[in-house]
């Protein structure tokens, strides 16, 4: 590259690290709030991240830093700086779009949106968050104009989570996915087979739980050098940069289960985290490929590999040792009580072959509510109907039904698909490793995980986000997005446990 | 006031505002560093807290903030606004009277020096800190001057801890407090009592520990809605306004006391946060009087309430129900247990009596350091000379001798004396509060700390940094600063235990 060039890298180089530092600090407060604040300190803390976030919109909108970015030709630069420039243009682009006090609105407006939603919940009232809700749908419905589409109005909120994605390609893969599901779930109906899981309910103390958590973790290679883990009321990840990943987990005493498999998910999203080489932080492309992607790593790693046979084959004396009253349970028994699957009301309790209808109904309905085709007053009714057809269920309460998820109150229209694709990659890229590396299951079987995070890191987690998430999934696997290798992990696992042909 | 000067002190608010955000953001983020933070998130950390120390110095420094803290006119501002505009005058002025590379430079110093410390203190090796030691001497000698001073160079450092405190007052306190601590020392040696402790290091799990420290807060008015509780290495207290104060505690499996009295030491200085009005951070006094001051209200809640008779007996049957092992520990054994006066090498394991010799002898060091009387190669010997002379002991390692404390390497030379003073006027206010409330300790035996909590609030907390110290002194006992009361209390409380007279 020529001098010039590499002096201007350099000063985007300082700019994107002194953004990077605020969004440190934001992400650790943020953190914070959730895991360790008293009560009092919200006014306060909302009003200290929203000086940051100021400070940081400041610096990115100044004249010096959008100059600096428009200032690169293509061809003086070499690929990682090119996509990584797209990437600037295309943020600053997005962010142009919306009016600023429209955008400031929408952070008022999601906020209060999501206390209403939180009191709506606990007081099991629709009604209380129904005017927030309207209110987030006229307002995203307004961005989309801003965004803009070329087929259907909610392609511009699909391309917010995964760039590129349609409504017209996701409609064909989860009309697949659907029929495939429907399909299994009809034929493990007829199953003789009876999965006991009542050990899975006995209390278990925290001290117990936590123990497994971090040896579970420590196992699927989180590094606790770069990493740790707090307690929250709903776990998740977050990171200031791949060497301070944290995550968050809730014991549950007569669940001990639920710590285990949550900690799995954010470890898979902990690790992917880890993995993305620092050095792409100089040119801003140290993130994932998309939240989809994000969610592949994670459900590999929660179901894929944290529900096989062979992964707790490997560690499940080390687990009757630390919970006691496994030592009762064979290894057999706790591998199907893991893998039970019964159709739930709530997505979060539901098992890897009812999870996807979750996701599809939120799909179909978003579409719906977008596209402006449902009355806000009847959408509880159509929510049930939609259970009912799909899953054989009806929501006697809101909690169970249109309030379990926190995400339309935050405005997040658009990410409800992210899990299924996830779901879906990850199978893909199951594939893939299968045929690298054809003994992968006995080295888990072994208690030896290494060679899978060996893959992961070297074919997929060090691209950060160089590539967009379909040229990596077909750098990756060679193929498109494919919901056949879901549907085949899910007939090939399900049949042996349940004793039937799928 | 006139409209001209309520529309800048409107401005002033604004300003003064932005940089609590940021301070908060900073306490928030050197909390997590010693509670949270995975080993590698080190590096990334310092730079990000640099950055925000940064944008705070630029706002301080900027021409906007000086020109209008400056514009105020005394005659125009009414008390309160009168006291901040003082203050911040005098930060100022302090700011400028260091060059500013000098003061970074200060910075990577004290930086280096306690890293270095550590390893020192790990390895037992003075010899590794000595010369860190040495260049932060000789910056804060360099550093007296810019300061200035009248009569003592290390008035200069006195005064950064409690604005106007000089050597010729301190040599005459603690004259006075050597000369009665060391009397009383010499008569409890003739005691006959012989005290038990072997039931305080009885090994005690940390859920027990948790629930007790929990409990105690609670009792001695810790408000859990403005504050919670975390644990690190070395107990301290941080708080990012009055509505969020973070206390850490460290559990110690066989020594449970120990993080019961850090959590009443720490909580002490909680309380006192929490009860410094908000109205206050508008004219930027809403922190504590000084570090001494600081120190009276923690070392009050632990000495003088934490260890006195009343407050064990008003909870000892709930201690008794939390920590099982003290069901066959009376409560006088209890009591005088956690009271025993024994002479030993480390401050922080030290008792009420022998507390302050260990400050004295760091206050005497220091003066000598500051002014060039003592040869750094020579420093261990002297400090073992004075512990022999004041505690007849002799460190036969330096971890227990001159590598304890971190204050040094930290740069903090002339702070030691605030513990001493904290005693001293924690005493001065137990005897003010007592001639206002004579039936106090009944309340406590009770378990009602209510009454303490308002009459601290209400004489000392609500004032946050209007007043300096000397005048809240003045203003809350009509008195100086005096150790008569101090040694009072001791001699009271310690011939009733020991059975002897002093």
């Given at each position: 590259m020529k001098p010039e060039t590499i002096k201007k890298l350099e000063?985007?180089?300082?700019?994107?690290?002194?953004?990077?530092?605020?969004?440190?600090?934001?992400?650790?407060?943020?953190?914070?709030?959730?895991?360790?604040?008293?009560?009092?300190?919200?006014?306060?803390?909302?009003?200290?991240?929203?000086?940051?976030?100021?400070?940081?919109?400041?610096?990115?909108?100044?004249?010096?830093?959008?100059?600096?970015i428009y200032s690169f030709q293509e061809e003086d630069l070499d690929f990682i700086s090119q996509r990584g420039i797209k990437k600037l243009k295309k943020y600053f682009e997005d962010m142009n779009k919306v009016p600023e006090d429209r955008q400031q609105q929408w952070i008022i407006t999601t906020s209060e949106a999501q206390s209403k939603w939180e009191e709506a919940k606990i007081k099991d009232d629709y009604s209380i968050f129904k005017p927030s809700l309207e209110e987030i749908i006229n307002m995203t419905r307004e961005f989309l104009e801003y965004y803009g589409y070329e087929e259907n109005p909610y392609d511009a909120l699909l391309d917010k989570y995964q760039s590129g994605l349609t409504v017209k390609k996701l409609d064909k893969v989860f009309y697949d996915l659907k029929e495939g599901l429907v399909d299994i779930l009809n034929k493990l109906k007829e199953s003789n087979v009876i999965i006991k899981e009542d050990f899975l309910k006995k209390k278990t103390c925290k001290t117990q739980q936590k123990e497994l958590c971090m040896y579970v973790l420590n196992k699927i290679g989180f590094d606790f050098n770069s990493g740790a883990v707090a307690e929250s009321e709903h776990p998740f990840t977050t990171n200031t940069s791949n060497k301070d990943i944290r995550l968050t987990v809730k014991y549950v005493e007569n669940n001990f289960t639920k710590a285990i498999f949550s900690s799995i998910h954010e470890g898979g999203h902990g690790i992917y985290e880890q993995n993305i080489p620092e050095s792409l932080s100089d040119i801003g492309l140290n993130g994932a490929a998309s939240m989809s992607l994000h969610e592949s790593q994670s459900r590999f790693y929660e179901n894929i590999i944290g529900r096989s046979y062979e992964f707790w084959k490997g560690i499940y004396p080390k687990a009757q040792e630390i919970v006691n009253h496994l030592k009762d349970v064979s290894l057999d028994d706790f591998y199907k009580a893991i893998n039970k699957v019964e159709p739930s009301l709530v997505r979060i309790k539901s098992d890897e072959v009812t999870y996807n209808l979750h996701i599809i109904i939120r799909y179909e309905l978003e579409k719906m509510i977008v596209n402006g085709e449902v009355n806000l007053n009847d959408l509880p009714e159509l929510w049930n109907k939609k259970y009912n057809e799909y899953l054989g269920m009806n929501a006697e309460n809101y909690e169970d039904g249109i309030l379990q998820d926190m995400h339309w109150g935050a405005g997040m229209f658009g990410y409800f698909p992210s899990y299924a694709l996830g779901n879906i990659y990850s199978a893909q890229f199951l594939n893939a490793m299968f045929k690298d590396m054809p003994n992968m299951y006995e080295e888990i079987g072994k208690g030896d995980l290494s060679h899978v995070n060996k893959w992961l890191r070297e074919n997929i987690h060090c691209h950060g986000e160089i590539y967009d998430t379909d040229e990596l999934l077909k750098k990756v696997t060679g193929e498109e997005l494919n919901c056949k290798y879901f549907l085949d992990y899910l007939r090939n696992k399900y049949s042996k446990i349940y004793n039937v042909s799928l």
């Amino acid at each position: 590259m020529k001098p010039e060039t590499i002096k201007k890298l350099e000063e985007l180089k300082n700019c994107l690290k002194e953004i990077h530092y605020l969004e440190h600090a934001s992400a650790i407060l943020s953190l914070d709030r959730s895991v360790s604040m008293p009560k009092n300190g919200s006014k306060d803390r909302g009003e200290v991240l929203g000086c940051l976030s100021n400070i940081v919109y400041n610096i990115i909108t100044s004249d010096r830093f959008k100059n600096l970015i428009y200032s690169f030709q293509e061809e003086d630069l070499d690929f990682i700086s090119q996509r990584g420039i797209k990437k600037l243009k295309k943020y600053f682009e997005d962010m142009n779009k919306v009016p600023e006090d429209r955008q400031q609105q929408w952070i008022i407006t999601t906020s209060e949106a999501q206390s209403k939603w939180e009191e709506a919940k606990i007081k099991d009232d629709y009604s209380i968050f129904k005017p927030s809700l309207e209110e987030i749908i006229n307002m995203t419905r307004e961005f989309l104009e801003y965004y803009g589409y070329e087929e259907n109005p909610y392609d511009a909120l699909l391309d917010k989570y995964q760039s590129g994605l349609t409504v017209k390609k996701l409609d064909k893969v989860f009309y697949d996915l659907k029929e495939g599901l429907v399909d299994i779930l009809n034929k493990l109906k007829e199953s003789n087979v009876i999965i006991k899981e009542d050990f899975l309910k006995k209390k278990t103390c925290k001290t117990q739980q936590k123990e497994l958590c971090m040896y579970v973790l420590n196992k699927i290679g989180f590094d606790f050098n770069s990493g740790a883990v707090a307690e929250s009321e709903h776990p998740f990840t977050t990171n200031t940069s791949n060497k301070d990943i944290r995550l968050t987990v809730k014991y549950v005493e007569n669940n001990f289960t639920k710590a285990i498999f949550s900690s799995i998910h954010e470890g898979g999203h902990g690790i992917y985290e880890q993995n993305i080489p620092e050095s792409l932080s100089d040119i801003g492309l140290n993130g994932a490929a998309s939240m989809s992607l994000h969610e592949s790593q994670s459900r590999f790693y929660e179901n894929i590999i944290g529900r096989s046979y062979e992964f707790w084959k490997g560690i499940y004396p080390k687990a009757q040792e630390i919970v006691n009253h496994l030592k009762d349970v064979s290894l057999d028994d706790f591998y199907k009580a893991i893998n039970k699957v019964e159709p739930s009301l709530v997505r979060i309790k539901s098992d890897e072959v009812t999870y996807n209808l979750h996701i599809i109904i939120r799909y179909e309905l978003e579409k719906m509510i977008v596209n402006g085709e449902v009355n806000l007053n009847d959408l509880p009714e159509l929510w049930n109907k939609k259970y009912n057809e799909y899953l054989g269920m009806n929501a006697e309460n809101y909690e169970d039904g249109i309030l379990q998820d926190m995400h339309w109150g935050a405005g997040m229209f658009g990410y409800f698909p992210s899990y299924a694709l996830g779901n879906i990659y990850s199978a893909q890229f199951l594939n893939a490793m299968f045929k690298d590396m054809p003994n992968m299951y006995e080295e888990i079987g072994k208690g030896d995980l290494s060679h899978v995070n060996k893959w992961l890191r070297e074919n997929i987690h060090c691209h950060g986000e160089i590539y967009d998430t379909d040229e990596l999934l077909k750098k990756v696997t060679g193929e498109e997005l494919n919901c056949k290798y879901f549907l085949d992990y899910l007939r090939n696992k399900y049949s042996k446990i349940y004793n039937v042909s799928l």
